[in-house]
């Protein structure tokens, strides 16, 4: 079964900083992956999206995510934090080739310190 | 274009009572799915419609079920409400279902059981 996982449930990075959000994941075949960002009452929003091809993958905002495939990961990164990063990040994964549902981590709390 | 919309925004009932949300996804979307967001379970995966056929189902009891109309808009429906269930029930919408295509998602609807 497909699983991923966010093993940090928050993350504190002072402003400037670079920061990294990880992520890993299990599936069974070959993943889509996904970052999707939630600010305080507000939906979620995509962010960006690893198919295949290019093992770095650039979003908005700024956001990058390097996926390994070795690791199982797809962690998250920008290079110079803002504070109104501030927000809920949850990575989720799909099985390419089971098309199953979508799975969410359980998400991380990204805290921006001025 | 229009985001996802849901009402009603905020839910209040009592044990035992059923319960009915609506999803109007984007225009032109096909495919709708929902989820339960919760501070300890993050984001669970409900069920997936596309073009009004339940596509995949997360593990939630019966009580949860969902529809999908030639429209695209899609309900949910709760029976017999419990004070778990009290939840954001959040709905996505994509151009397609499953594969690489992002979600894009409603501001949610707050349910609090009492």
């Known amino acids: 079964a497909q699983s991923v996982a966010q093993p940090e449930d928050q993350v504190n990075v002072a402003e400037g900083n670079p920061l990294t959000v990880k992520c890993t994941y299990s599936?069974?075949?070959?993943?889509?992956l996904f970052w999707y960002v939630q600010y305080p009452n507000r939906g979620l929003q995509f962010l960006l999206k690893?198919?295949?091809?290019?093992?770095l993958v650039k979003g908005s905002y700024g956001f990058e995510a390097e996926f390994n495939k070795s690791q199982t990961s797809f962690h998250l990164k920008k290079p110079s934090a803002l504070v109104s990063d501030s927000a809920l990040y949850f990575c989720?994964?799909?099985?390419?080739?089971?098309?199953?549902?979508?799975?969410f981590g359980k998400g991380t709390r990204l805290h921006i310190l001025p | 274009k229009a985001g996802v919309t849901q009402t009603p925004r905020y839910l209040i009932k009592t044990r035992g009572q059923q319960v009915t949300l609506s999803c109007s996804p984007i225009?032109?979307?096909?495919?709708v799915s929902w989820y339960q967001q919760t501070p300890g379970q993050g984001l669970q995966f409900l069920f997936e419609?596309?073009?009004?056929?339940?596509?995949n189902k997360g593990n939630f009891p019966g009580r949860f079920s969902g529809r999908q109309f030639s429209n695209s808009r899609s309900e949910m429906n709760v029976s017999t409400l419990e004070l778990g269930d009290s939840a954001l029930y959040l709905c996505?919408?994509?151009?397609?279902?499953?594969?690489?295509?992002?979600?894009?998602f409603g501001p949610g609807t707050r349910l609090t059981v009492l």
């Open positions: 419609y596309f073009s009004e056929t339940q596509r």
């Open positions: 225009s032109g979307h096909r495919s």
């Open positions: 599936v069974s075949g070959n993943p889509y």
């Open positions: 690893y198919i295949t091809g290019d093992n």
């Open positions: 989720a994964v799909r099985d390419m080739n089971r098309d199953d549902k979508i799975i």
């Open positions: 996505a919408s994509s151009f397609l279902a499953g594969g690489p295509n992002e979600q894009f």
